[in-house]
């Protein structure tokens, strides 16, 4: 079935750095835009960045930029998020989720900008 | 501050309807129509309830609906359901080629 599987999250202090890791199956991963989402305890929804199928596209929230960076290996099925410089204020749960997408003969695939498929979340605490 | 303003919450008893509104705050904000709305329970990761404003994924009750009027989507869900009970959450596309949620609702099923 279509799944997403986070890894990679844990305990880490301020400066630090941290590589997330998000397995997909049971889709064509090289079809579908992939993005990351992050919600800090008790908190709302903060969308992170996103990359295109062929990774030739990428977009990055203010918060992280600069310090995040988005990638995507097509042939392992897999999204990754480095993150450097992290602060207390990362502290979060880290979604992983695919965009979902409608094919158009002239475009090919195009995301219709909706979250249509999550992993369970990986959890990254930045603390000393 | 987020771009997108949701009601901290709102109740409902069950049979009832309630509407969640989304409003665009800042300009190139909610100038598509790609509007999604998400369903949270504790603990759970989200749940894509509505996309492109209105358009029900499949497996989704059509108690749900979406629609939008100027600057504001809604979310309005006819017969509540004690399951109801749940955080939403509006996202939207936005001009800068980003996407940006809202605070979240926290929806209470009385």
């Known amino acids: 079935q279509v799944q997403l599987v986070e890894s990679g999250g844990g305990l880490v202090k301020p400066a630090g750095s941290l590589r997330l890791s998000c397995a997909a199956s049971?889709?064509?991963?090289?079809?579908?835009?992939m993005s990351w989402i992050r919600q800090a305890p008790g908190k709302g929804l903060e969308w992170v960045s996103y990359?295109?199928?062929?990774?030739?596209?990428?977009y990055y929230a203010d918060s992280v930029e600069g310090r995040f960076t988005i990638s995507r290996d097509n042939a392992k099925n897999s999204l990754y998020l480095q993150m450097n410089s992290l602060r207390a204020e990362d502290t979060a749960v880290y979604y992983c989720?695919?965009?979902?997408?409608?094919?158009?003969?002239?475009?090919?695939?195009?995301?219709?900008?909706?979250?249509?498929?999550w992993g369970q979340g990986t959890m990254v605490t930045v603390s000393s | 501050q987020s771009a997108l303003t949701q009601p901290a919450s709102v109740s409902g008893s069950p049979g009832q309807s309630i509407t969640i509104s989304c409003t665009a705050t800042?300009?190139?904000?909610?100038?598509?129509?790609?509007v999604s709305w998400y369903q949270q329970h504790p603990g759970k990761a989200p749940k894509l309830m509505i996309y492109?404003?209105?358009n029900r994924p499949s497996g989704v009750p059509d108690r749900f609906s979406g629609s939008r009027s100027g600057n504001t989507a809604s979310l309005t869900i006819s017969g509540l359901q004690a399951e109801d009970e749940a955080d939403y959450y509006c996202?939207?596309?936005?001009?800068?080629?980003?996407?940006?949620f809202g605070g979240g609702t926290k929806l209470t099923v009385l």
């Open positions: 990359i295109s199928g062929n990774g030739r596209i990428i």
């Open positions: 996202n939207s596309y936005t001009i800068s080629s980003t996407l940006v």
């Open positions: 049971g889709f064509t991963f090289s079809d579908y835009y």
């Open positions: 800042s300009s190139g904000v909610g100038d598509y129509n790609y």
């Open positions: 989720a695919r965009l979902k997408d409608t094919y158009d003969i002239l475009n090919g695939y195009q995301p219709d900008w909706a979250f249509d498929i």
């Open positions: 492109e404003v209105s």
